[in-house]
């Protein structure tokens, strides 16, 4: 059997696995969580939605569902959790256009104008085509010169931005039908610019869930009240079937969880037995497939790397290496520090001749820069002296400081 059709067979299995334990109800699973948040959202019912997302994302963490949860988090004027979560979301994704607009657009309303303003133009260097974002994007910048009396600085890198209108912002029919211009009114009202003034759409999920037409149902409110006014009040019985379905579920999340992780050693197992004998991936789609497969395993994302041929990679990835695979990459040539050091160090040579790879360095954490220069004093620069002066002129490269 060829190495890439077992590596792809034992990845079958692997998602077939929560299938067998036999609820009637079903296990709960990750993706049902987020599409379940997705259909409250469209609802409405930002709270509930919320709390699906959070279940997702404790089941299995994606950009997508951190992405979704804080644009449930904006509808509920929560722009701290929405930045944060916008954050973890590009942790994952640092392309990952929605996510640096959300942020953008929780910071503007912490009155945090300038990163706002840097989030909106990365968005629009991603996508420049879009006028939406070209139209966040102008209007970050006017509300920061109106706020602060400066003018933010551009990026190290151009962009052409034209002038837009206004009057008549070009959004797709599409989106136009399913804008939702107005948020709930939080029983505290942050400090600095109304809610009034962030417009949050629904069509900015049309990525991420099942598409959806115009809601013309009335809202259901978050909180339901009786006719004097008083929250309504739980039953004993009801309280005391939703702490069982409470345990019952906690159950299942634990029992989730163990498959989860016997998944992720099965994964390794056969990702091991694949990248023995496979051939180099020829494109960045191939190479990250089988990356993703590896789930941080380092001695398999290191055989990975063995089978390259250095002088491929600019032509593998092109211009479509972020800045977390180029992290991860480097973090698992430390395997092969020492004894095949000038291997690596002509990995780090090439990586640096992948398109956009200045614009790609620019965007690396600090954490993740910390790690780096770390992994270069304590492992790289323990190599043989005559790696050393190559090393020092890619660190400088690499922007490590």
Request: charged share 30%; proline share 5%; with cysteine.
């Amino acid at each position: 059997m060829e190495p890439g059709k077992l590596f792809g067979r034992g990845i079958g299995a692997m998602n077939r696995l929560p299938g067998s334990l036999g609820y009637d109800e079903g296990i709960p699973d990750a993706t049902s969580e987020k599409e379940l948040g997705n259909e409250y959202f469209k609802e409405g019912k930002y709270v509930r939605a919320f709390e699906c997302y959070s279940r997702s994302i404790a089941l299995q963490p994606t950009a997508v569902a951190y992405a979704n949860r804080a644009m449930a988090a904006l509808k509920l004027n929560r722009f701290k959790e929405a930045e944060e979560d916008c954050t973890e979301a590009i942790s994952l994704d640092d392309r990952y256009t929605k996510a640096y607009a959300r942020r953008g657009t929780a910071r503007r309303e912490l009155q945090k104008y300038l990163m706002a303003v840097e989030d909106f133009e990365f968005a629009f260097r991603l996508e420049p085509e879009n006028t939406h974002l070209k139209r966040q994007y102008m209007e970050a910048r006017e509300t920061y010169e109106k706020r602060t009396g400066n003018k933010p600085s551009e990026k190290k890198v151009p962009i052409i931005v034209k002038e837009v209108a206004k009057t008549s912002p070009q959004v797709p029919v599409a989106a136009k039908s399913s804008a939702i211009e107005e948020s709930p009114k939080p029983v505290h009202k942050p400090a600095g610019p109304t809610s009034s003034s962030t417009k949050i759409n629904n069509a900015d999920l049309a990525g991420d869930m099942e598409s959806f037409g115009a809601d013309t149902r009335p809202k259901v409110p978050i909180v339901q009240a009786n006719g004097a006014g008083r929250p309504v009040t739980a039953s004993p019985q009801a309280k005391a079937k939703a702490a069982e379905q409470a345990k019952l579920y906690e159950k299942k999340l634990v029992e989730a969880a163990a498959i989860q992780n016997a998944a992720a050693r099965a994964a390794a197992t056969v990702a091991m037995a694949a990248v023995r004998n496979f051939a180099a991936p020829k494109t960045a789609y191939e190479f990250e497939s089988l990356w993703k497969g590896f789930d941080g395993n380092l001695e398999a994302q290191s055989r990975l790397m063995k089978v390259m041929d250095p002088s491929s990679l600019p032509g593998v990835f092109k211009d479509s290496l972020g800045a977390t695979m180029l992290v991860e990459i480097i973090r698992c040539l430390e395997l092969l520090f020492p004894d095949d050091a000038s291997f690596a160090v002509q990995i780090l040579e090439n990586l640096t001749k992948v398109g956009r790879f200045s614009m790609t360095v620019m965007f690396m954490s600090a954490k993740d820069k910390k790690d780096l220069c770390r992994l270069w004093d304590e492992v790289f620069m323990k190599s043989s002296p005559d790696m050393h002066s190559a090393l020092k002129s890619l660190r400088a490269t690499y922007r490590l400081g």
